[in-house]
Each structure stands twice: as C-alpha cells, then as structure tokens.
T-cell receptor, first 111, second 114 residues
Framework: NAGVTQTPKFQVLKTGQSMTLQCAQD?????MSWYRQDPGMGLRLIHY???????DQGEVPNGYNVSRSTTEDFPLRLLSAAPSQTSVYFC??????????FGSGTRLTVV | AQSVTQLDSQVPVFEEAPVELRCNYS??????LFWYVQYPNQGLQLLLK??????LVKGINGFEAEFNKSQTSFHLRKPSVHISDTAEYFC????????????FGRGTSLIVHP
C-alpha cells in the first residue's frame, strides 16, 4: 500500500501564481484533511472532507480551495499565491475519523 | 470548540533518562486524544490514542500516556529515552461525536543528548 501520497514534495512559486497540491490515498478512507505547518504554530486545519462530494472549511481556509470528486483524491488549490502561504503542507486521511495517516508533506515557498 | 496546550515547546533530556511531555486540552464534549511524532523532514505518525476504557494507554516505541479527565490532561511518558526518540511530538484532540477532525497543539521538541 502506498498510503497517502503527496505531490510535489517541493515547489517554488512566484507571488500571484496558482497551483494545485495533489493528495491521493489508496486505503478507501472517507475522511481527508489538509493542514499547514509553520514554525511554532503546530498544524492548522485548512479544509477537510468527510466523504466524496463533501468539503468544509477549517481554521485557515482563505486563499485555498478544495474539491472531493472521488474517495481517493483531495487536491488543494492555491488561487493566487502569497508569501504568507510559504509553509509545509500535509494531507491526511482516516477511515473512521479517529486517528489519521499523514502524507510526507509538500514544502512550498512563495517568492 | 476544542483546544490543546502543550506546556513545553522544548524538552532536553539525557539518553536513558525518563521523560514526560505535557498536554492539556479543553472541550465542552467528550473527547478522543492522540499523540503523534514527527521525525525531521517527515510526516506525522500516530504514537497512541485514547478513545475510551483504561486511562493508561500504551503506544509504539515504549511510549505511554495517561488520560486524566479531572485535570483535562493527557501527558506522554517514556521511562528511558534513546537518541532516536529525538523528534517533534504533537498532542491532538477531537470530539467523540460530529466530524472527529482533530485539533493539534503547537508541538514539543524532544531533544535527547548522549
């Protein structure tokens, strides 16, 4: 099993560019989430989904969009990148919502 | 709403010494509690979880945690640490009903010295 796969692992964007961070899981998990990790801030929830076709906002959703058209995929879109979005992004999934499996992260730098 | 406070941002300790990483939570409903570990440049791994039942929970790598409802705490302990335990540790809480989405603390950096 691949678990939770995030691509790319590293990305540099210019301010104003858009991009999509990919997340795929092969465990048939219903729950999927996106977090950002910043030094001293822990993990903050951006968006989450409790099943295909269902998404909701987390603590820091501004500047990000998500969709969940299949159980396996949960892409995160940055609409117009800003330096404040420089961070490490983690995707996570769970079968029951209790205990998550994390991807290895995407390190994003916005210049 | 729920929140998590990890009381120490950094805990230095010598190899083979015991360690305790402290975590307090607040929630208006019943909770599930978790500890995750993050090694450098990796994602988070689940160490252990409390869902119900015995308040003493054993996890991987010799770690254990005790749920104390009256003190709203879930401290992580290990009787003898190794150099390889050097990592960032995150406490997390989720409500036992609803969306189950966990809220994470800010993390505690455990630094094990030889």
């Amino acid at each position: 099993n691949a678990g939770v796969t995030q691509t790319p692992k590293f990305q540099v964007l210019k301010t104003g560019q858009s991009m999509t961070l990919q997340c795929a899981q092969d465990m048939n998990h219903e729950y999927m989430s996106w977090y950002r990790q910043d030094p001293g801030m822990g993990l903050r929830l951006i968006h989450y989904s409790v099943g295909a076709g269902i998404t909701d906002q987390g603590e820091v959703p501004n500047g990000y969009n998500v969709s969940r058209s299949t159980t396996e995929d949960f892409p995160l879109r940055l609409l117009s990148a800003a330096p404040s979005q420089t961070s490490v992004y983690f995707c996570a999934s769970s079968r029951t919502g209790v205990g998550y499996t994390f991807g290895s992260g995407t390190r994003l730098t916005v210049v | 709403a729920q929140s998590v406070t990890q009381l120490d941002s950094q805990v230095p300790v010598f190899e083979e010494a015991p360690v305790e990483l402290r975590c307090n939570y607040s929630s208006s409903v019943s909770v599930y509690l978790f500890w995750y570990v993050q090694y450098p440049n990796q994602g988070l791994q689940l160490l252990l979880k409390y869902l119900s039942g015995s308040t003493l929970v054993k996890g991987i790598n010799g770690f254990e945690a005790e749920f104390n409802k009256s003190q709203t705490s879930f401290h992580l302990r290990k009787p003898s640490v190794h150099i390889s335990d050097t990592a960032e540790y995150f406490c997390a809480v989720s409500s036992s009903g609803g969306s189950y989405i966990p809220t994470f603390g800010r993390g505690t950096s455990l630094i094990v010295h030889p």
